[in-house]
């Protein structure tokens, strides 16, 4: 058994193993019989355990054991375990005396004595409780960093794959570089930017690809990368593509060769050719696009969002006296503080604030200038075009000032004005009314009236009357579409009071004015200045944006560039100009193109000369277009082109034929009102409010002189041409048109025997207050009309007379020979009845026979019409439709059914009209039963009927499917009295006759169409009521 045991005597000395033993305070070592009883106990055991020597000795080791532990027998085989190996070892939970818990390290040891019998254990138990906490935190925290050890080599082979195709993929080429900058890694996205790859581009250095001018660049960037590790260094310049041409690359190199992981010099590149051609043509763009900013007769500033200057034209400085650099980052209203709270400033902030254009015109004091402005706003300030408009405004005023005197006498202006009583009803219209419409729209009813404007505009107009009708005294502006008489929707607008409560008016008063051509003008402007707000965000459709033609030309006055509105001016005017005249000469185009004559095409070509010469700093010329059929004015300025490099000029072409007219028309206005006065038909005399002659036309004057003996003079009162008799009846006249009425009536004079008749007109002349300043009186000749009134009557009379004797000698034609033809007829049967013996001539007895039938049918058939005509004075009332379609089949039962006829009605769009209930009965009759009698071999016969408004008449059609009629033979005679065109059919060819009279006796009108073998359909149209 040596090995397996440890003698007493060999291990120690009794007494010094008690000693130790019994020093150790941290270890429990005591001694266990063979049977597991405790025999010895230590100051550690007691410290560990919580038992007294006293209270432990003599009992079981099991105490010390959980019961699992107890109930597998733990105790036992420990022991057994030591017996076999001599010293056995185990951790596990411990019972202490308390009953707590805690993790301890054991050791069994066999004690034998010196003849080798088992005296017992030795068992040393250490407290490793902290010690297990901490061994199994570190067990756990192994676990925890094995699993995000997995997780992380997981997710970044995951992210190397996403990064490998990432570099595959990607736009910009990738490639890796050793310290000699020789490739180590290219990406496939490499290939696709400058066409080598892996292998092609092996054979080439880095400095052999790059551009002859680049070279000495990238020397000096192959040294900077190369002594500064880790910082990323940005390069723009050219290399060689696999196709030979040179592609502009941008580059970012980052030395990376002390990185372990990277161990390479790593460059992102990509190819940016498109990008540096489009940064040059911008720029060239730019320069050309502000030299024709210089050049143009607008001034134009850019506004930041906080209203300082970032650009400012040399023509605003011009309009300003100021120099344009010097508005540069300024306050726009600090510079011109008046002009805080005017349009201007309301226009630029609406402009800004709601981000849309805004078009408006200002007078601004301290620079005594009127001043168009158009405000486009973008998300960086706004871009404003400021025409100076003080010309043609003191044009506009010199003509409203000319105009003045004559705008009274014609209704103060061409405004339309009515007023319109609380329910809508009109009680007054200015004659320019009907002369804008081309109708009376005091005839129409408010059902009408509506039904004239634009269907986008009559709820805003409703809305509009009602909110002014219940605001007295507010002004409140509108503008509106209605229809004239030819169809067309014309723009009107003006302004409408509440003037209800004024006792003179009692009505709401609308000013308006026919703004079409106005409205077409400015959807054109609008349309162009959108043009220059977009071309304002992108520079290079500025120029096109413009609505001048702009043209660019060299020194030898070929174009080299043009605007978008000179290529819509050629496409416009079909000139069949190649490229839109680019390298072609300007000057042969102009002449075809601006309709420019030979004179002033002579005189243009010298000015561009002197311009591109520097011999004038501009020029400018006006003519008169010489095109066919236009008549237009235009300018055109040339100026010359900044550019360092080659001489050239920039030159506008200027529709100016407004301000043309604008002159013409200042001109020839007094003229031509003042021709108006005098060559119109009516005698005018224009009274102050004391009824004083203040003017009057020539035929006014002759008048007087010829109808009272008395000359007119300004400053004479009206009374004294007038009789005596007539001065109450006058002034009854006039206090009605103080009200506003017009007073209309007709008088006569006798002149030299002869009686002459006048329409006689006054109104009343009101100021912008409505208060009467004056009258207008006309006098209208109106005696030819009265005569042919007179003329007209008189022959009515005779033709009624007339008529009237035609209809006794048709009556006594059909009725009076009607009883010798009755005798004849029985003669004639007599003479049949005699036997052949008695009468020889047999055929001639017949013959007289057949004759005197046809007489009688002929006088039946006389009597008839007769009939239909003195019918037309018969009642009218009201038919229904559809009960008439029965009153007529059960009248023609036998034909309806021996021929199975279908008869289908619909009147649902009208089922009863006012009529003469027996004319209509004869039409559906006629047209029914021909229907049927003229119905196809193979078909039976379907009868269609069917009503239809339309306006103030009611269309019936008849719809068949019979035999039909050749028209193209048979139209010109359709209607015509014994007409017939089937000879298979009875009839007398009296029946569409009787259609057609009886249709035409009520007001209407027949129509038929027919297609042989197809079927006819007859229109009936009749009035309405």
Not at 239 to 251: D, V
Not at 480 to 509: C, D, F, H, M, S
Request: proline share 3%.
């Amino acid at each position: 058994m040596a090995g397996n045991y440890t003698p007493l005597s060999q291990t120690v000395d009794e007494q010094l193993f008690r000693l130790l033993v019994a020093s150790v305070n941290d270890c429990a070592i005591f001694m266990i019989d063979p049977n597991g009883y405790i025999m010895s106990w230590n100051k550690g055991a007691e410290n560990i355990k919580g038992y007294k020597e006293e209270e432990i000795i003599g009992e079981h080791i099991s105490l010390f054991y959980p019961p699992a532990d107890i109930k597998n027998n733990v105790p036992r085989n420990n022991l057994n375990e030591a017996l076999k190996k001599g010293t056995h070892y185990d951790e596990g939970y411990r019972v202490k005396k308390d009953g707590s818990m805690f993790w301890a390290s054991v050791s069994f040891t066999t004690i034998y004595n010196e003849n080798g019998h088992l005296v017992g254990f030795a068992k040393v138990t250490r407290d490793i409780t902290k010690d297990k906490a901490i061994e199994d935190k570190k067990t756990k925290n192994n676990i925890e960093l094995e699993r995000r050890l997995h997780v992380n080599s997981t997710r970044i082979i995951a992210n190397e794959l996403r990064f490998r195709k990432l570099i595959e993929n990607s736009y910009d080429g990738i490639t890796l570089l050793d310290e000699e900058f020789r490739i180590s890694f290219r990406s496939l996205s490499s290939e696709r930017i400058n066409g080598w790859n892996a292998i092609e581009r092996a054979h080439f250095t880095h400095l052999a690809l790059t551009h002859p001018d680049d070279r000495q660049q990238v020397k000096d960037l192959i040294a900077e990368v190369l002594s500064k590790p880790y910082v990323p260094i940005l390069a723009t310049y050219r290399t060689r593509h696999k196709l030979g041409h040179y592609i502009w690359i941008e580059c970012v190199y980052t030395n990376m060769l002390n990185d372990i992981n990277i161990n390479a010099i790593v460059c992102n590149f990509r190819d940016i050719t498109e990008k540096k051609l489009a940064d040059e043509e911008i720029r060239r763009k730019s320069e050309q696009i502000e030299s024709i900013f210089e050049r143009i007769t607008d001034g134009f500033i850019a506004l930041d969002n906080n209203f300082c200057y970032t650009y400012a034209n040399k023509q605003i400085g011009k309009m300003l006296g100021v120099q344009p650099e010097s508005l540069i980052g300024k306050y726009i209203w600090d510079l011109y503080p008046d002009a805080i709270g005017s349009e201007t400033y309301k226009a630029y902030n609406k402009a800004l604030n709601e981000q849309v254009y805004v078009c408006q015109e200002d007078y601004y004091a301290p620079l005594n200038f009127w001043l168009e402005n158009h405000a486009y706003p973008s998300s960086t300030g706004l871009s404003v075009f400021v025409r100076d408009i003080s010309e043609r405004k003191k044009s506009e005023l010199k003509l409203a000032q000319s105009e003045q005197r004559f705008r009274e006498l014609l209704e103060h202006s061409s405004d339309i004005v009515v007023v319109t009583a609380f329910d809508g009803t009109i009680t007054y219209i200015s004659p320019n009314a009907e002369k804008t419409l081309g109708y009376d729209i005091q005839k129409l009813s408010l059902e009408q009236r509506a039904d004239m404007l634009h269907p986008d505009d009559k709820e805003p107009y409703r809305r509009l009357f009602v909110e002014a009708r219940d605001n007295p005294g507010k002004i409140y502006d509108f503008t509106y579409r209605i229809k004239n008489a030819a169809g067309q929707y014309l723009w009107i607008e003006g302004t409408v009071i509440n003037l209800l409560n004024v006792p003179a008016v009692n009505g709401l008063v609308t000013n308006s004015r026919d703004v079409t051509d106005r409205k077409n003008k400015e959807r054109q402007i609008e349309a162009s200045h959108i043009q220059i707000r977009q071309a304002a965000e992108t520079q290079e459709s500025i120029l096109n944006a413009l609505p001048s033609d702009i043209v660019l030309i060299n020194e030898k006055y070929k174009i080299v560039a043009v605007n978008r509105s000179w290529k819509s001016m050629l496409l416009a005017n079909n000139l069949g100009v190649p490229n839109f005249g680019i390298g072609y000469s300007y000057l042969a185009i102009a002449e075809k193109a601006a309709g420019i004559d030979k004179a002033s095409a002579n005189e243009l070509t010298k000015g561009i000369r002197d311009v591109i010469d520097g011999q004038k700093k501009q020029f400018l010329i006006e003519y008169r277009s010489v095109n066919p059929g236009e008549r237009r004015w235009y300018l055109i300025i040339v100026a010359p082109l900044d550019d360092n490099d080659e001489k050239g000029a920039v030159i506008s072409h200027s529709d100016i034929t407004a301000r043309k007219l604008a002159e013409e028309l200042q001109t020839k206005s007094e003229d031509n009102l003042r021709s108006v006065f005098e060559n119109t038909d009516l005698s005018i005399v224009l009274f102050d409010s004391d009824l004083k002659i203040i003017s009057f036309n020539n035929n006014a004057k002759h008048l007087s002189l010829r109808n009272y003996r008395k000359k007119l003079k300004a400053g004479n009162t009206a009374f004294n041409y007038f009789p005596k008799r007539s001065k109450t009846d006058i002034k009854h006249i006039l206090e009605r048109v103080r009200q506003n009425d017009i007073v209309s009536y007709e008088t006569t004079f006798d002149v030299d025997g002869n009686t002459e008749w006048y329409d006689v007109k006054w109104v009343s002349v009101t100021n912008q207050q409505m208060e009467n300043v004056g009258y207008i009186l006309t006098l209208k000749d109106i005696t030819a009309k009265k005569r042919a009134e007179i003329e007209r009557e008189q022959i009515t009379a005779d033709l009624l007379k007339r008529n009237n004797d035609l209809e006794q000698y048709a009556y006594i034609v059909s009725h009076n020979l009607r009883a010798p033809v009755a005798n004849i007829m029985g003669l004639s049967g007599l003479l049949n009845a005699l036997s052949g013996t008695e009468l020889a001539d047999r055929e001639t007895l017949d013959a007289l026979s057949t004759s005197i039938n046809n007489l009688d049918k002929v006088i039946g058939d006389l009597n008839q019409i007769l009939q239909v005509g003195s019918q037309v004075n018969n009642p009218t009332e009201v038919v229904s439709l559809s009960e008439l379609v029965d009153d007529v089949k059960a009248g023609n039962r036998l034909i309806v059914v021996t021929n199975n006829a279908s008869i289908n009605c619909n009147f649902d769009a009208i089922s009863k009209i006012t009529t003469v209930k027996s004319y209509l009965y004869g039409i559906f009759q006629s047209l029914i039963t021909n229907s049927i009698k003229y119905r196809r071999p193979d078909a039976d016969p379907v009868i269609n009927i069917s009503s239809e408004v339309n306006g103030p008449a009611v269309l019936i059609r008849f719809e068949d499917n019979g035999k039909g009629i050749d028209l193209n033979k048979h139209h010109a005679h359709l209607f015509g009295l014994y007409r017939r065109f089937d000879d298979q059919v009875d009839g007398r060819g009296i029946g569409l006759f009787m259609v057609k009279m009886q249709v035409e006796n009520l007001g209407g009108r027949v129509n038929v169409q027919s297609k042989p073998g197809v079927g006819t359909t007859f229109t009936v149209e009749l009035p309405l009521n």
